[in-house]
């Protein structure tokens, strides 16, 4: 059984979370499509509990008493064993090896692996670290990474050849990361190891940064005869596991 009142009040919360700027009550209320009169009930009170607050214009927005519960509410998602379902579905639907990584210390660090029925062999491990530049899931972090982050690793890093597809020059690599950004996903054609190709895609959340990156792993030759539906499998996973991180497509 539904509670009207404490669906307003979370309909109150979400349209606020969209409008950093604040509302008006009329404007929440007409927004809402909710009586002015309990509008501005409900909207008040909240504000007297401190979960709204008054701007300089007289506008309505997420008050203080929100912070530390959606700082409880972000350290209680583990990320890993939230995407778990989602990884094990993706890993179905392709036939091929699936990763998530993280990133630390200008390295990426797998955090999952899930193994199909035509799984190969590969040097990637749990908890196994990789370079940005000459991995899927670590290009996928290069392409989508705030700006100066990736000028200071690009600036630092050295481009050290590991096959003889990797990319060592660090212009053919922004060319390439450009591209990325267009598609919306990266690729490793054996720039890691010899006879693998990846596909990676970008996780967000709520603030729209980069939180992770998933991606699908496997022989070239049999990734590239399906790499239209192994492309928008990826995609279609990343950004389900972004919205539950409360990134909004």
Same mark, same amino acid.
């Given at each position: ?76 998602l583990d990320l ?13 639907? /392709?036939?091929?090896?699936? *990763?998530? +990584?993280?990133?630390?210390? $200008?390295?990426?660090?797998? %955090? #999952? ?10 040097s990637a491990y ?72 990846? /596909?990676?895609?970008?996780? *967000?959340? +709520?603030?729209?940064?980069? $939180?992770?990156a998933i991606s %699908? #792993? ?32």
């Amino acid at each position: 059984m539904s509670v009207k009142s404490a669906e307003r009040v979370l309909r109150i919360f979400e349209l606020l979370t969209s409008h950093v700027n604040g509302l008006s009550i009329k404007e929440i209320s007409e927004t809402l499509e909710l009586p002015q009169s309990s509008t501005s009930a409900l909207v008040h009170t909240l504000y007297r509990e401190n979960y709204l607050s008054v701007n300089q214009a007289k506008k309505f927005a997420l008050g203080p008493k929100l912070i530390p519960i959606g700082n409880a509410a972000r350290e209680s998602l583990d990320l890993a064993s939230l995407s778990t379902e989602s990884l094990q579905r993706l890993a179905l639907a /392709v036939e091929e090896t699936v *990763f998530m +990584a993280l990133l630390a210390n $200008q390295e990426l660090v797998y %955090v #999952a692996k899930i193994d199909s029925n035509r799984s190969i062999r590969t040097s990637a491990y749990l908890g196994g670290r990789k370079p940005l530049y000459c991995t899927g899931l670590g290009k996928a972090f290069l392409t989508f990474m705030p700006e100066e982050q990736r000028i200071d690793y690009l600036k630092h890093v050295s481009l050290k050849r590991i096959t003889p597809h990797t990319i060592t020059d660090k212009d053919t690599l922004l060319a390439r990361l450009q591209e990325y950004a267009q598609l919306g996903y990266a690729t490793d054609d054996e720039e890691n190891e010899e006879g693998l190709y990846c /596909v990676a895609a970008p996780i *967000f959340d +709520a603030s729209k940064g980069m $939180q992770a990156a998933i991606s %699908v #792993a496997g022989p070239k030759e049999r990734m590239l005869r399906q790499k239209s539906q192994i492309v928008n499998n990826v995609i279609d996973t990343a950004n389900g596991i972004s919205q539950k991180l409360g990134y909004v497509l």
